[in-house]
């Protein structure tokens, strides 16, 4: 069965702290996102990659920045968080880059 | 940019009812995806319906696609308790690279 986690359900965070929300997925897929969802707005894309060390930015990359070191593995870096980082991040992989994703659980993200 | 809107933005019926979402979308699409999210966790793929494809099935839910209107419709028959979860919908488009787009989605409240 198809399998996404991410390292955290819950993160509470300083404001300046350098957070690593980190995901695995073990469908040996190509492609891995990473978005945040925030509410009446629907899920964001921050950034995605479509190989190992290959990265694009999605529409709010700014304050982010990703590492891909191995196939399974996505990670998301908040350099210095802030308040408006206050989120609900999701990660997801697929298989072929815009067709079914499978998405890990969710980071509830609180920045104070 | 919003290329995919759900509508109503909630809806609320009563177990056994069936309950119908909908999707527009502003440009041209290879397929468009249906998404459940029950609260606070990630999102889980429901149905992949392509742009040549009018109609599609799987157990209770029915997907409905309208290229020339730009819109498709979600429809669950004979509703339950566990059908409450927001529903999202997602197009993919060449001139948004490669990525899905999400919609803000529709909250189903089934109540019992």
């Known amino acids: 069965d198809v399998k996404v986690t991410q390292s955290s359900r819950y993160l509470v965070k300083r404001t300046g702290e350098k957070v690593f929300l980190e995901c695995v997925q073990d469908?040996?897929?190509?492609?891995m996102f990473w978005y945040r969802q925030d509410p009446g707005l629907g899920l964001r894309l921050i950034y995605f990659?479509?190989?190992?060390?290959?990265?694009e930015k999605g529409d709010i990359p700014e304050g982010y920045s990703v590492s891909r070191e191995k196939k399974e593995r996505f990670s998301l870096i908040l350099e210095s968080a802030s308040t408006n980082q206050t989120s609900m991040y999701l990660c997801?992989?697929?298989?072929?880059?815009?067709?079914?994703?499978?998405f890990g659980p969710g980071t509830r993200l609180l920045v104070l | 940019s919003q290329q995919g809107e759900e509508d109503p933005q909630a809806l609320s019926i009563q177990e056994g009812e069936n309950a119908t979402m909908n999707c527009s979308y502003k440009?041209?699409?290879?397929?468009l995806q249906w998404y459940r999210q029950n609260s606070g966790r990630g999102l889980v793929h429901l149905i992949l319906?392509?742009?040549?494809?009018r109609e599609k099935h799987s157990g209770r839910l029915r997907v409905t696609l309208d290229t020339s209107k730009k819109s498709s419709s979600l429809l669950i028959t004979a509703s339950r308790a566990a059908d409450t979860a927001s529903y999202f919908c997602?197009?993919?488009?060449?001139?948004?690279?490669?990525?899905?787009?999400f919609g803000a989605g529709t909250i189903l409240r089934v109540k019992s």
């Open positions: 997801a992989s697929s298989f072929y880059l815009r067709e079914t994703q499978y």
């Open positions: 469908m040996d897929h190509e492609n």
């Open positions: 990659s479509y190989d190992v060390k290959m990265k």
């Open positions: 440009t041209s699409i290879n397929n």
């Open positions: 319906i392509r742009s040549n494809e």
């Open positions: 997602a197009t993919d488009a060449m001139e948004y690279g490669n990525k899905l787009v």
